[in-house]
């Protein structure tokens, strides 16, 4: 599963360091985790159920910075189901 453009660009945003954040975009619901810079690092995307868990998929970022912070290289890696 491959994320779509407008999941990224939600990704792509900085958000509260060290923080939780969930939202929704287009059919989809969102929870994602955010490193202390900022960027978002772990993806849970699915539907929320009854109980408030997200059932879906998981992702995890891979980033490459140089040493001022610029990202050279980014992806998103597919680490399977999530319950």
Request: aromatic residues 8%.
């Amino acid at each position: 599963m491959e994320l779509e453009e407008p999941v990224l660009k939600i990704l792509r945003k900085k958000y509260q360091p060290s923080s939780f954040i969930e939202t929704h975009c287009n059919r989809y619901d969102m929870a994602f985790k955010t490193d202390k810079e900022g960027d978002a690092i772990v993806l849970v995307l699915g539907r929320k159920d009854d109980t408030g868990h997200i059932k879906g998929e998981r992702f995890t970022r891979r980033l490459r910075q140089m040493a001022n912070g610029r990202i050279v290289k980014e992806y998103w890696e597919h680490k399977g189901k999530a319950s």
